[in-house]
């Protein structure tokens, strides 16, 4: 992907959550379901890619980093989905994350409820950005399967760090939401067009 492309997909994937809270009434916590789903897809296009170089390299090491990273690459994605929602305890204390989560499900756009939609879209959507960034381009030749989950690794450290940025400050000040939603945003933005591909 170019850079150019790049970055008209971070304005847009930036630009969606925008008009959610402004015109659509979605709260901090229905925008990190969008980015939970999406991170749960990358974890799962992370080990199709390693089955792919694997069957492709036939390396004894690949398969050996491949159980090992994809584990570690777990423990820290589950771990950072908790810390988050620890977060938000503090930054919206009145939070029921079961009817927060039924209404992310059942949110209605257009007679639709988007909820049901959405999931298998993001999932859709990563498989196609895997199948035109990754199989098309034949990076399972060349590719190092240490290389292929370190990137994967440091993203979701990266977002364990922003996590715990924000569960210090939700400590010591009470921030609007916007502010970590715009956080969020930003992070997120800056991180894709740093390490995106």
Known sequence: ????????????????PLLGFFFWNWSLYFILLFYFIDMIAN???MHLKSKKTQS????????QNWIKKGVISSVLLIFSIVLIHFSMFFIVPEIKFYQEFLAFLNYEE???KQGYILIPLVVLLSYQQY??????????????????????????IAIIAFGGLCLGIAQLILLPELVYVLGIILFSSLYRLRFGE
């Open 110 to 112: 257009m007679g639709i």
């Open 131 to 156: 199948k035109m960034t990754f199989l098309m381009r034949a990076k399972f030749r060349t590719t190092e399967m240490t290389q292929l989950w370190k990137t994967h690794i440091q993203a979701i």
């Open 56 to 63: 492709f390299q036939q390396k004894a090491k690949n398969k």
């Open 43 to 45: 974890e799962g296009i």
């Open 1 to 16: 992907m170019s850079t150019k492309q790049r970055f008209i997909q971070v304005i847009l994937e930036g630009f969606i």
